[in-house]
Each structure stands twice: as structure tokens, then as C-alpha cells.
């Protein structure tokens, strides 16, 4: 979330969006923080401070809406929102039991980085608005903070305001059933989860999480979810130069042993982090990455499996495959290059991570229909 409020004069809060007084009156009874805006005026209540909006600031916020929210720190930078809108991200923690050797941040953030404040999770899902068309749970693993996401996901359930979930974990958790089925019963309905598969062994698979036994803990988790009949599975592949080869052999491991899964997404990675310092060993052009892509996509799709490709500019992969190319990467952290403008595409390709934009320099290859 890369949006500021450049004149705000309050304190770090979390305040509900209003364009009518009397429902401002509302929230404020019901022990909210608003945002009033009125003739790009913006009023804080009940303290009563008030700002100028720019006009860029104005259509952010109503393009947001009546009951959306917003977390402001003192800076006036927005640290989170949520809208009716489709992009609704709840960031649970930077931290991980895994240490992947591609993840998009840093060794050091995911062993000493912070847990975004119990109290914080509970207070935004007691702002966030009703009606909102999807909501992502993510980190870091949103299991480290263990029960206390039970209590996020119940408070989700009984509230209502979501018509539908992506929670993304590496699924190691789940191994344990107990907990898996503790999880089936807290969650809200039309649930997804995200879950990784890095190799179709656990050779391949642990050299990647750098964590022995994942691989196990996976794909017993993956089982033990499925068999909740609760939630629905999506398993994510991120393409590297370690896996790239094996990904036929993925693909075979997925329609073997999870045949009911939802989808699978196959990813190009972020090159940020620890994907960055391990360039050497991970990253893997994108036209050879895609030879290897090809026939694992042919393959599922084969076998009825529901594919998409994440983070995939459409000059790397073959005509035939554009209708798979998902525009996945989230609006501020999308790049385009120089040599895009003149390429005839641009409006419908889903751009470049900002990190692998270095990467793909030079290789980038405009379209000419
Ligand atoms: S040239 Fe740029 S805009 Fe065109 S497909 Fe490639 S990355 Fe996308």
C-alpha cells in the first residue's frame, strides 16, 4: 500500500470511511474512529481534527467508499485498507517456520520481523466493511501466531463481511489433524487455501524451504485439508532454476495424489529478499523457464486440472497460453520497461514484479500483432 494522506493531522489509527453525517454520528456511537469526508474535506471524529484532500487523495477515497477503512499512521501514510473492492489483503506476520530460498523477503525479516498486534488483526476486522468480495490472509505464515487465528477466523465467520477467502500458508501446519480439524471448523465459508509445492520430492522440495520434513508435513496437510471437505486447496508452484525441470513431475505428483484440488498456479518469482541474494542459484530466464512450463501445464490441463500463470509478462509465454496468464501482481508493485510503450499488449499484460524488472532487462520483447 504505497498511498499517503498528505495532510493528515491525526494519530495512528484505524478510521471508518463516511460521506454522511449521520451515519459518521453512528459510527462514532459505536466507539469507531471516522474519516468524514466532505467537499474534499476530511474530518477526524469525535476529535474533531480536519484536513485538506488533493483530488488524487478525494478519488481514492471515493473510489474506496462509504464504510470502507483505512489504517493511518501519524504520516498520514496508509498502512492498510479495506473496500469493497476485489484486493483486500490481512497481513498477519513477517515471519515463517520455512526459509525459502526464493521467498521475496529477507532470511533476517522472516526469523526476527514482527507480528502485526493481536489486538490490531481484531480491530481492523471489526472496521473492515460488509459485503466485501474477497479478502486475502497472508504473511510471513499466518500459523505462527498458532490459536489466536482461530480467533481471527471466527471473528471473520460471525461477522460475515467477506464473500470470499485466499489464506496462504505453506501448509506444514495442517500435518497435524487435530489442528487441521480445529482450522476446518473455525473457517468462514467459500474458503481457499493457498498452499506451495516446491518439488515432487522431498529432496527437491526441502532444498528450497530449506526446512527437513516439509515436504512431508505438505503433502500430509494438503490430505488432511481435503479430507476436511471444509476447505478448497489451490497449490502454488514457484518456477526457479531448482524445480523448473521437475515440473512435469509436479504436475504428475498433483494429479496422483490431489486430484480434487481447486487449481494450480504456476508462479514466476518476485526477486526481492532472499530470492535477490540467491540469484545465482534460483533465478532462471523466462523463455527457458517457460519450455519447462509448457508440458506441465499440457499435462494438467489434460488431466482437467484448472491451471493459471502468476507473474508471467505475456512476451515470455506462446500465444496460445495467453488466456491462462492471470494479471496477478498487485498495482505499486507492478514495473514496466522502456521497450513496453511501444509494445502493442501492454494494456492487457500484467507487467514485471519490481525486482525481476533487472533481470528481464534486455530480454523483454514488444508485440506486434
Ligand atoms: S513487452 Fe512489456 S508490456 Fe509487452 S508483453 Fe512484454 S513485458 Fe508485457
Not at 107 to 133: A, S
Not at 259 to 270: C, Q
Amino acid at each position: 500500500m504505497n498511498e499517503k494522506l498528505s495532510a493528515f493531522n491525526g494519530v495512528n489509527n484505524i478510521y471508518k470511511i463516511s460521506f454522511d453525517g449521520k451515519k459518521a454520528e453512528e459510527y462514532v456511537e459505536q466507539n469507531l474512529n471516522v474519516l468524514l469526508i466532505r467537499d474534499k474535506h476530511a474530518f477526524l471524529l469525535p476529535e474533531k481534527n480536519s484536513f485538506e484532500l488533493t483530488d488524487d487523495e478525494y478519488d481514492y477515497l471515493l473510489n474506496l467508499g462509504d464504510e470502507a477503512c483505512l489504517e493511518v499512521n501519524e504520516t498520514g501514510r496508509i498502512a492498510n485498507v479495506f473496500g469493497k473492492r476485489y484486493d483486500n489483503t490481512l497481513y498477519i506476520t513477517d515471519k515463517c517456520n520455512s526459509n525459502c530460498i526464493m521467498c521475496p523477503m529477507a532470511e533476517v525479516t522472516r526469523r526476527d520481523g514482527h507480528n502485526v498486534p493481536f489486538e490490531i488483526l481484531k480491530e481492523l476486522v471489526r472496521y473492515m466493511p460488509p459485503d466485501m468480495e474477497h479478502l486475502t490472509i497472508t504473511g510471513g505464515e499466518p500459523f505462527i501466531i498458532r490459536e489466536k487465528i482461530f480467533d481471527i477466523l471466527n471473528d471473520l465467520k460471525a461477522c460475515n463481511k467477506v464473500w470470499g477467502y485466499l489464506l496462504l500458508s505453506n501448509g506444514r501446519v495442517f500435518s497435524n489433524k487435530e489442528y487441521c480439524l480445529r482450522f476446518a471448523s473455525s473457517v468462514p465459508e467459500d474458503f481457499l487455501v493457498g498452499i506451495p509445492i516446491h518439488g515432487p520430492n522431498s529432496e527437491i522440495h526441502d532444498s528450497i524451504s530449506r526446512s527437513p520434513g516439509s515436504f512431508e508435513q505438505t503433502i500430509t496437510g494438503i490430505h488432511n485439508l481435503l479430507a476436511t471437505h471444509k476447505v478448497s486447496v489451490e497449490i502454488r508452484i514457484v518456477v526457479n532454476k531448482i524445480n523448473a525441470s521437475r515440473l512435469s513431475d509436479i504436475a504428475k505428483l498433483i494429479t496422483e495424489q490431489f486430484p480434487r484440488v481447486n487449481s494450480v498456479k504456476i508462479m514466476g518469482m518476485e526477486m526481492l529478499g532472499n530470492a535477490f541474494i540467491n540469484a545465482e542459484t534460483v533465478w532462471i530466464p523466462y523463455e527457458d523457464a517457460f519450455i519447462y512450463i509448457k508440458p506441465a501445464i499440457d499435462y494438467l490441463v489434460h488431466n482437467s486440472v484448472d491451471v493459471q500463470l502468476y507473474n508471467f509478462p505475456l512476451c515470455f509465454i506462446d500465444k496460445s497460453y495467453w488466456n491462462l496468464c492471470a494479471n496477478s501482481i498487485t498495482d505499486y508493485k507492478i514495473r514496466y520497461l522502456d521497450e513496453c510503450n511501444n509494445c502493442q499488449e501492454k494494456n492487457y499484460c500484467g507487467g514485471i514484479f519490481t525486482g525481476t524488472d533487472k533481470f528481464l532487462k534486455g530480454s523483454v520483447k514488444p508485440i506486434f500483432l
